[in-house]
Nanobody, 115 residues
């Protein structure tokens, strides 16, 4: 069965960095479009970034452009999100989601940006 497991979240100070990982199993990861989505406390889901199957095309929400980088290692079946210059408004649970229509989701990892 499809399994997505996020890791790498934690508490970080403003302007700090974190790298999130999403380990995938149960499907042919290298053929899937992948996404990062976040949910801030008390708010709805917000798409953050996407990457195509071979990593050649990436897209980002405007608020993270220039600060976040999505990438993937198809040999390791792993999706990444490098987050730099973090702001308090980046505080959220971050989910990875597989497929263009986000049919498969992980359980998320919490990122808290606070001094």
């Amino acid at each position: 069965q499809v399994q997505l497991v996020e890791s790498g979240g934690g508490l970080v100070q403003p302007e700090g960095s974190l790298r999130l990982s999403c380990a995938a199993s149960g499907f042919t990861f290298s053929t899937y479009y992948m996404n990062w989505v976040r949910q801030a406390p008390g708010k709805g889901l917000e798409w953050v970034s996407s990457i195509n199957s071979d990593g050649s095309i990436t897209t980002y929400i405007d608020s993270v452009k220039g600060r976040f980088t999505i990438s993937r290692d198809n040999a390791k079946n792993t999706l990444y999100l490098q987050m730099n210059s973090l702001k308090s408004e980046d505080t959220a649970v971050y989910f990875c989601a597989a497929d263009y229509n986000m049919n498969y989701w992980g359980k998320g990892t919490l990122v808290t940006v606070s001094s």
